[in-house]
């Protein structure tokens, strides 16, 4: 028998269940139970603290992603989300990546976009602070700083340190595209900071942990809308990763 053969006979098997009533109670209680335990993680009486607070989280940003979102274009990769990023910010500008790690994406987006330079910023000592649960200090260490195209420059150190002097070079210079995968808030603001003047009109900001996660409003989504409040900036959102954390907005003023 074929799976879709199989397939097909178990949905017809389940559709003549569900249409008796003592057999949905049943089937009910049972996916309940599975809820509860698989799910919410139930322990007698308990359920897992860290499961719910992930699920709790998922339903406020399911929220605010219908109240935000909803004619936004929406992709399944955040590589997908920085190909289109990249394409819709400015040709002549900074292309610049706060939390480069392994130097997965800033590779994606060097060898996709092998015209323009690309700069990242990193300790590579990890979290220079707990996160959140589960990443705590030192986190996202590295021995060696990663392997990366031509047309990326790595610049190791803390970014209060190396952010300044590395502007200082280009005086100029506006950001045209900036991936902030900074995870904490304290990180994002440092760089939102120092970049206040460079990030102009048309400027693309692709925010890696903006939501979904537990404890979402405390880091890169409020040091992001503090920086909006504080220097009377807006934007509009251009897309983000239903299934994720990754949002890309474009700077209007």
Not at 18 to 31: G, H, P, Q, R, Y
Not at 219 to 240: D, M, Q
């Amino acid at each position: 028998m074929s799976h879709e053969v199989e397939n097909k006979s178990c949905a017809i098997k389940l559709s003549d269940m569900l249409a008796d009533s003592n057999s949905k109670v049943i089937f009910d209680e049972a996916v309940k139970e599975v809820v509860l335990d698989q799910i919410f993680g139930r322990n007698l009486d308990s359920f897992n603290l860290d499961l719910l607070a992930t699920f709790a989280a998922s339903i406020d940003s399911a929220q605010y992603a219908s109240k935000n979102f909803l004619e936004v274009p929406r992709f399944n990769h955040a590589l997908d989300l920085i190909t289109y990023a990249i394409q819709h910010s400015p040709s002549d500008g900074l292309n610049l990546e706060f939390g480069v790690f392994s130097g997965r994406s800033i590779t994606h987006a060097a060898n996709t976009f092998s015209q323009r330079q690309f700069h990242g910023f990193d300790s590579f000592e990890g979290l220079p602070e707990s996160w959140r649960f589960g990443y705590g200090k030192g986190d996202f260490a590295v021995q060696e700083l990663p392997q990366v195209p031509h047309n990326v420059e790595l610049i190791k150190g803390w970014f209060d340190r190396t952010l300044p002097s590395f502007l200082d070079l280009y005086p100029t210079y506006k950001v045209s595209f900036l991936h902030v995968d900074c995870d904490l808030y304290s990180s994002t603001q440092t760089v939102l900071h120092h970049l206040r003047d460079r990030i102009v009109a048309g400027t693309i900001i692709l925010f890696d942990e903006y939501f979904n996660y537990s404890g979402w409003r405390e880091h890169e989504w409020l040091a992001f809308h503090e920086f909006v409040n504080r220097y009377g900036r807006s934007y509009e959102y251009i897309g983000f990763v239903a299934n994720h954390q990754q949002v890309a907005v474009r700077i209007l003023k």
